[in-house]
Nanobody, 123 residues
Framework: QVQLVESGGGLVQPGGSLRLSCAAS????????MAWYRQAPGKQRDLVAG???????NYADSVKGRFTISRDNAKNTVYLQMNSLKPEDTAVYYC?????????????????WGQGTQVTVSS
């Protein structure tokens, strides 16, 4: 079984910072793309930032210059450093990863999601 476990969410004032972490665990052979998505109440889930295994990165326009995605391949972990937070960044943040896992029959490629972590930006 493969799991993604997020941490680091919480309540922060506008202009503040938070760092999210997402660790993958289980019978992992390899992890390809990793990403952070967010979903605000009543809205669709949108991509915030993504990073390939080689380190290529893309960001949503709304977070460019404020958020930084990174990953530690040795720890199977992806991070999201969020600075200059705004009330409109309030959402549940989800980790996503494209993971090749080891099964009894070889390997299996599957897209996994974390359980989500709440980020609230409010004074």
């Amino acid at each position: 079984q493969v799991q993604l476990v997020e941490s680091g969410g919480g309540l922060v004032q506008p202009g503040g910072s938070l760092r999210l972490s997402c660790a993958a665990s289980g019978s992992i052979f390899s992890i390809y793309d990793m990403a952070w998505y967010r979903q605000a109440p009543g809205k669709q889930r949108d991509l915030v930032a993504g990073i390939t295994r080689a380190g290529s990165i893309n960001y949503a326009d709304s977070v460019k210059g404020r958020f930084t995605i990174s990953r530690d391949n040795a720890k199977n972990t992806v991070y999201l450093q969020m600075n200059s937070l705004k009330p409109e960044d309030t959402a549940v943040y989800y980790c996503n990863a494209d993971i090749v896992s080891v099964t009894g029959r070889g390997t299996n490629n599957h897209d996994y999601w974390g359980q989500g972590t709440q980020v609230t930006v409010s004074s």
